[in-house]
């Protein structure tokens, strides 16, 4: 499983304490089920950033600029708004997106799974959208492989500052 690979790489905070999810609400919310890797990454880390840029949305947070719900909405309204004045989007934005938000870097870049089979969320992919340009990056794995590889350095992000990761891979809770 990918979380163990990320947990191997970055650590889980120790003593988190994290709240009690209500999944099923959630997932209503955001009209469809969402993978594993990603629940279990909330239990495990809780809200934080992992060394120092990448941030990864939580289910329910009084925090708009990292409330899932929130930006699952406001990437997509982003995403069509570009569309609409000429941006090409090389994936599928109308009911059923084929894009939902997961997370953004410091640097403004969005974090999406890209849902190919609506109905199967563990085997969704990881696709990065550059925030001021057309780039986007595609990794052909769930979301805890992306960030365990990214951090460990086994991939390269384009879109990333060429330097990242500069440290040790690290998660700092908020």
């Known amino acids: 499983m990918s979380i163990d690979e990320l947990a191997s790489v970055a650590s889980p905070p120790l003593g988190v304490q994290p709240g009690e999810v209500d999944w099923r609400s959630v997932e209503h919310l955001i009209g469809c ?14 809200p934080g950033c992992f060394s120092q840029f990448i941030h990864v ?27 609409d004045v000429g941006e090409p989007m090389p994936y599928r ?22 849902r190919i089979d609506l109905d199967a969320p563990d085997t969704w992919t990881v696709l990065v959208k550059e925030p001021r340009g057309e780039e986007w ?5 769930d979301m805890s492989g992306f960030l365990a590889k990214v951090l460990d350095r086994t991939i390269s992000v ?12 690290i998660f700092e809770s908020y």
């Open 33 to 46: 089920a969402l993978p594993a890797d990603y629940k279990e990454m909330v239990q495990r880390y809780g």
């Open 137 to 141: 990056f595609e990794f052909p794995g």
């Open 93 to 114: 934005l109308d009911d059923p997106a084929e894009v939902l938000a997961f997370g953004r870097t410091d640097n403004g870049d969005l974090l999406f799974w890209r």
């Open 158 to 169: 384009p879109i990333f500052p060429r330097r990242f990761p500069s440290m040790a891979p």
């Open 57 to 83: 949305y939580q289910p329910s947070s009084e925090l708009r600029a990292i409330d899932l719900p929130t930006q699952v909405d406001e990437s997509l309204w982003a995403l069509r708004y570009l569309r």
